[in-house]
């Protein structure tokens, strides 16, 4: 375990490094003004990625944690409905470009930029497929690789003093290659032959059924596949059911990421929008740690783990979210502080008054750690529908004190806002995952940690 999640740590440790130099020559290379304006497109961009693969790829955690290799049933239909999906996407984001037409450079920059929410879509999809395979350093190599790719593109921006556009068709590119490497590493999954960490071959239940032999009637007396066999692929109410709370869920969390920067960009311009941008660039990395640990190691786990182990998730509960609060509080000083010294040395003296702002978000990384733990809990433990209505509440309480703070007190007014609806979600999930997951079962000691730990009880896997 602590391998695996240390390969993945690796890996988003390179992703952070990756993302923020790319952030750092871009910042370098453009005028603040178009800085600020790529960094809202793209942030527009990243807000559709789960209504691009509508809540697919977290589904297939779920029904393969619950039902095995006779969850390759779902991978069609799902496939299906995240391809038209992201079609409908793309050209939603191709007219929002074509808006733009008397301004050439942005309407050029959006263009560019839409092939972002293919590659997002194939990268979650694929990300999930080596989940369920157990492959966490195929999972980690897919993970790197793009960020790689906008590192190189943005290091050639800033040797050659290239423009915006020239920026963002780099990234284009990048993301064309990136869903071919997404399509090659999920072909196996795709023919429904890839074995699945934690369950039997997928060959196995293609064995023969036992009717057959134990009824000796006409093979014409059995259907093939009779009405209602529980190998058939869902239904479209079902799949559209299913998937929806994914969708919701994941477009209210990155309603927290990207939407002041967009707000601010509309209202007080692309300058400003910028002194935003930059410390929610150094916020997302931070996020990258409780996602790590439980949407790319643990998520798959807590659902199997919720049907056959009942103290494994009450270990998750007790000591995993109460050492992602204590692992934030620290991460968030040490963001602050050095945010004062390092903002303005790295990105350069435009954004010294970017520190001030990063200073107060820190305040959300406890919030978002510790949310992060509950939310998972919930997710597996049948309390997806709470869950994404106490999303909801946290997104309609960031845009209202976004509307209230930003015309207000400007970027500092937004940073605001954005600690205040983490707060109010981290309380909401929290209160739920006692209530509905705990509930009046005795919680594990620190003996029983090392315990588990030390593998002196059957390992869940």
């Not at 977290?58 to 049933?73: K, M, N, S």
């Not at 999809?125 to 943005?154: E, I, N």
């Not at 006409?218 to 709370?245: H, Q």
């Not at 930003?406 to 209530?435: D, I, K, S």
Request: hydrophobic share 60%.
């Amino acid at each position: 375990m602590l391998a695996q999640v240390g390969l993945l740590g690796l890996s988003q440790a390179g992703v952070t490094v990756a993302a923020f130099g790319s952030q750092v020559l871009l910042a370098r290379t453009l005028t603040r003004e178009d800085f600020g304006s790529f960094t809202a497109v793209l942030a527009v961009v990243s807000l559709t990625a789960p209504v691009a693969v509508f809540g697919v790829s977290e589904l297939w955690l779920q029904v393969f944690g619950q039902e095995g290799a006779r969850a390759y049933r779902w991978v069609g239909p799902s496939l299906r409905l995240a391809g038209a999906a992201c079609a409908a996407l793309l050209l939603g984001v191709l007219a929002w470009s074509a808006a733009e037409l008397p301004d050439t450079t942005a309407a050029a920059v959006r263009a560019l930029l839409a092939t972002v929410v293919v590659a997002q879509a194939a990268l979650a999809l694929a990300g999930s497929v080596r989940q369920l395979r157990g492959d966490y350093r195929g999972l980690s190599a897919l993970q790197l690789a793009p960020h790689l790719g906008r590192v190189l593109v943005t290091a050639a921006v800033w040797a050659a003093g290239l423009s915006v556009v020239a920026a963002a068709a780099g990234y284009a590119v990048v993301a064309v290659a990136t869903v071919a490497a997404c399509l090659l590493a999920s072909r196996e999954f795709r023919r429904g032959a890839m074995p699945l960490e934690g369950h039997p071959a997928p060959a196995a239940p293609a064995a023969v059924p036992a009717p057959r032999a134990a009824v000796p009637a006409p093979r014409a007396a059995v259907p093939a596949v009779p009405a209602g066999d529980a190998d058939a692929g869902p239904r479209s109410r079902e799949l559209l059911g299913a998937a929806t709370p994914y969708v919701l869920g994941n477009v209210c969390y990155l309603l927290g990421i990207h939407f002041g920067t967009v707000l601010a960009a509309e209202l007080l311009g692309g300058a400003e929008a910028a002194l935003l941008a930059v410390p929610m660039a150094v916020l997302t990395a931070v996020y990258l740690v409780p996602r790590v640990v439980y949407q790319q190691y643990l998520l798959g786990k807590l659902h199997r783990w919720a049907g056959s182990d009942a103290e494994a998730v009450l270990l998750a509960y007790r000591w995993g979210s109460a050492g992602m609060v204590a692992l934030g509080a620290v991460v968030a000083a040490a963001v602050a502080l050095g945010g004062l010294v390092a903002l303005p040395l790295v990105f350069g003296p435009a954004y010294r008054d970017a520190a001030p702002v990063l200073a107060v978000l820190a305040l959300a990384v406890p919030f978002r750690f510790g949310g992060a733990a509950v939310a998972a809990l919930l997710t597996s433990g049948g309390l997806l529908r709470r869950k994404v209505v106490y999303q909801a509440v946290g997104a309609v309480v960031l845009l209202a004190a976004l509307a209230v703070a930003v015309p207000a007190w400007g970027v500092r007014g937004a940073a605001g806002a954005t600690v205040l609806a983490e707060a109010v979600l981290c309380c909401l999930l929290w209160v739920a995952a006692r209530r509905g997951v705990v509930g009046d079962a005795p919680l594990p000691t620190w003996r029983d940690l090392r315990r588990r730990l030390s593998r002196e009880a059957p390992r869940a896997s």
